[in-house]
Every structure is written in C-alpha cells, then in structure tokens.
C-alpha cells in the first residue's frame, strides 16, 4: 500500500518541464510583473520516509504585461540530491552543505534562496537553475530556518539555526545588502524543533516548544514530550547581545506564525497553534487554529486567546507588514493540515474587528499556501492571494489570483498549468521591482 505522503497528489512528479504562453482564464492584473514561486518535496527515487523529507522542487510561473509567459519546475541541486551526501557525518558533526531544501524559497539583497531548517540555503537562478549552496561569504556556521523575517524599515534579514547538539538555538542577523552581522547563542535546555519565530519591530520572540528531538522516532525524528516546558523567550531588537527573558505558556506546538506587533508594555502574537503535536507518531497531525498571545511585559505572563475554529494553517499577510500591527492576514483552510482533503478555501483575517471572510475554490478543489501579491508601493494597500490549486477531476493544477481585499468574488485570473503541482510548502511573490 503506497503511504499517504506518496499518494494522491502528494505523489511526486518525475521530471522538469518548462512551458510558454501558458492558457488564462480571466485577466491577469497588469500591474503584476515577477516570479510566483513555491517549494515542496519531491523525492526524486518516488519514496521517502516522511512527506517532509522529500528532494525540494521549486514551480515557478512567470507573469508580465498581463501575461503567464512561463512555468518551470527544477529539482534543487543540493549535494544531497545530486550525490547522496548526507547531513550528519559518521562522527556526529554535520555537513552544512548537504540537506533538501524543500520548504521556502525567498529573496534576500538580490538572491535567491531556496531553504531547509537542517542546512545552508542553496542559491537559484532566475531560471530556477541551481548555483549552490550559500553561507553569506563563510560567516554562517549553522543551518539556517526555512522561515527567516525581513525587516520591512531596515531590510535587515533575521533568521535561526537549531541543532541536536549544543548550541542548540543560535539568532542571526543579515543586513540588507547580505551581510551577516550577528550570529549569538540562544540558551535553551535541550534540542527542540524550532521551525518559525517571531519579529516585531522592537523585539524577537523565540518559541521554544515540547516537540523534542528523538534519533529513534519513525519518519521525523521527534517526538511530542509530556515533560519539556513550552516557553516564549524574548530579545530586544536594540539589544541583541542582551539576556533572553523567558515567559511560560500552556503546552502546544507551532509550526507557523502570521505576525506580531509591539504595544505599550506588551507584544502582541498571531500563530497557527496544535494542541499537541508527533504525540504518537510524526506522521499523525491534529487541526491547527488562530490564536492570539500577548505578553504582558510588566506581569510576565501571558494571554493566550484562540481566535478562530476553522482549521487553518500557511498564515501570510502583506510581507511589508512585518513587525506591524497588521490588520489582515490569510490561511489556508484545507480540512487539515497537511492537506488530506479534496477541497478548501482561503481564509482572510480580519484582525482589528475580529470577522473572517473565505474564498471558497468549490468540490474537487484544493489550494495551498497563498502569498500575498501587492497591487502598488502601499504597505497594507491593495493586492492579490496567489496559489497553486489542485484539482482533482482533471489531476491538473492552476496558479489561482485572487482579490485579497474581496475573497468572496469570482478569481480575478486562473493560470492553466501543464500538469499538477504536488501538494508542497512555502513560496513568495517577487516583484521585478
């Protein structure tokens, strides 16, 4: 029997393709002019042991003057992938340069990076071709997370690398032209899965969670832990040498945040929150919802408020937001997390008046993570949902448009692709400009 992760459209395709002058329904907006682009797993061999551990493949659609000029889809040409080079060494030690880098795929001072927690990131051409792995220059010693914050005032890029040895957690820091800048350690007391954080414009926000590392564990290599404190550790952007201050919150995991924002004497969190995670096995995975944590900076406590009961995940917003406070995010509702459903819908959040509003893609029809397309040089101003849709009558996916401020209205464009994109993990809009 295949296993789920190898299945259905989670089921990898075999080969590259590049198409032009690709078939549209509806118009696509004029003023959209870049690369959407999007990660996942795609195991060259058709196995793998888990669906996070397969070889990443980025799709890209090319959009300009009203048109889909382009589709191409590339393995990322990792060590990994192209001579079986594995991440941890006989003697313990890892090899940077060797991993998947299957999970995101942004811009940063003009490259762009495809990313995996577990490695270096790995550079790409504009045409998805592989230029290899990246360490800023040398100076970076650790991996680095598929889920790094750009500063939307400095431009500086912040990110993390765990690891199963000490030093398990250690904080970076890029300046915008990418530079790497800081690199400290970050004191917890033991290894966990550190998978995404949190940046406000005054601070940072670490979540340290009991999803443990465990050698022996099937499939992932952690397991949930009924004895490891879930604690949200925060640092003072102006101080980044400084002491951590630690704040305690009930057990959960996260996977991913949608943003955070400073208000007088507190931080305010917006997360895709599990009540438990890998309890039994890293292949079962419970809903994740909206939620919101404020720390109190005087107390030392925090609030912890579930927004929404909808099951959500792949929160986004308007990449120029970061940091702010932000008044609409979007998620991903697919009926579960990882998408076993054949259907769903994006969500958008209203964060000020507490009102959600979906766009619903019908029977059959299932998306994924949307990024956010902006319409002109306003942060929070107008613009557009991007997503690939799968479609299970025809086995074929669309790169999907969608008006981010009215999701209740027909898609403003559908880009026909040549084949069906597998279900996968993160992707950017990047704007020529």
Request: negative net charge.
């Amino acid at each position: 029997m295949t296993a789920p992760h190898l299945a259905g459209n989670f089921a990898p395709v075999p080969d590259e393709l590049t198409e032009m002058d690709l078939p549209v329904t509806g118009a696509i907006p004029p003023e959209l002019s870049g690369w959407y682009l999007r990660n996942g797993p795609n195991p060259a061999a058709a196995a793998s042991a888990h669906w996070f551990l397969g070889d990443g493949m980025v799709h890209g659609v090319r959009v300009e003057g009203g048109r889909a000029t382009s589709y191409r889809n590339r393995w990322v040409r990792t060590s990994t992938f192209t001579d079986g080079i594995r991440n941890r060494r006989s003697d313990g030690t890892r090899d940077l340069t060797a991993g998947l880098a299957n999970t995101h795929v942004i811009r940063h001072a003009g490259r762009t990076l495809a990313l995996v927690e577990s490695s270096y990131p790995y550079e790409l051409t504009r045409e998805l071709d592989t230029v290899g792995p990246y360490d800023f220059d040398g100076e970076l010693r650790t991996a680095m997370t598929a889920h790094p914050k750009t500063c939307p005032v400095t431009g500086e890029l912040h990110f993390f690398g765990m690891d199963a040895r000490e030093p398990y957690l250690v904080y970076h820091r890029a300046d915008a032209a990418g530079n790497l800048v800081l690199s400290r350690e970050i004191e917890v007391p033991g290894p966990t899965m550190h998978h995404d954080f949190n940046l406000t414009a005054e601070h940072v926000v670490f979540m340290d969670l009991p999803v443990v590392f465990d050698r022996q564990t099937e499939g992932m290599p952690f397991h949930w832990s009924e004895t490891y404190p879930a604690r949200l550790g925060v640092l003072r952007r102006e101080d980044p040498q400084g002491a951590v201050r630690w704040f305690d919150i009930d057990p959960c995991y996260v996977f991913h945040v949608l943003n955070g924002h400073d208000e007088p004497g507190r931080i305010v969190l917006y997360v895709s929150r599990y009540d438990r995670l890998w309890a039994s096995s890293s292949h079962d995975v419970d809903a994740a919802t909206l939620w919101r944590w404020t720390i109190d900076l005087v107390s030392g406590t925090v609030t912890e408020t579930q927004l929404d009961d909808r099951a959500t995940e792949f929160p986004r917003l308007d990449d120029r937001l970061v940091g702010v406070a932000a008044r609409f995010g979007h998620a991903t509702d697919v009926g579960n997390p990882i998408g076993r459903t054949t259907g769903g819908a994006l969500v958008r959040y209203d964060l000020s008046a507490g009102a959600t509003v979906a766009h619903e893609f019908g029977p059959g029809r299932t998306p994924g993570e949307a990024a956010f397309a902006a319409a002109d040089a306003r942060p929070g101003g107008a613009g557009y949902l991007m997503t690939y849709v799968y479609d299970a009558a025809t086995d074929r996916s669309d790169l999907v448009i969608v008006d981010a401020d009215d999701l209740t209205v027909p898609a403003v464009a559908t880009i026909h692709l040549p084949r069906r994109v597998p279900f996968g993990f993160h992707g950017s809009w990047l704007p020529d400009a």
